[in-house]
């Protein structure tokens, strides 16, 4: 099934503002990458720099889809473990 093909006017909305508003922190020098998933439920994944716990919380609460309820937001911490061109 196509996923576009099901939404409503309000929330190609506010996906369309989502893809503006992750532009938004690219342009910023904050996201790292983003994109969605594949698999049976539709997600995806965001990885943007942030000073701490509380100014990452305030970046996805300006997620249009999560803040108008078309889509769950989870922050996640993470720490690089592996990179390539890196050392260990």
């Known amino acids: 099934e196509n996923f576009a093909a099901t939404m409503t ?10 893809f503006e508003w992750l532009h938004g922190l690219l342009a910023e020098g904050r996201l790292v990458l983003a994109g969605p998933t594949g698999g049976a439920v539709n997600t995806g994944i965001a990885i943007f720099e942030a000073s701490d716990e509380e100014a990452a919380q305030r970046t996805i609460t300006h997620d249009p889809v999560t803040r108008e309820g078309h889509a ?9 473990g592996l990179l390539r061109g890196r050392d260990g």
């Open 9 to 18: 006017e309000a929330e190609r909305s506010a996906w369309g503002r989502h």
């Open 72 to 80: 769950r937001g989870e922050l996640r911490p993470f720490e690089v």
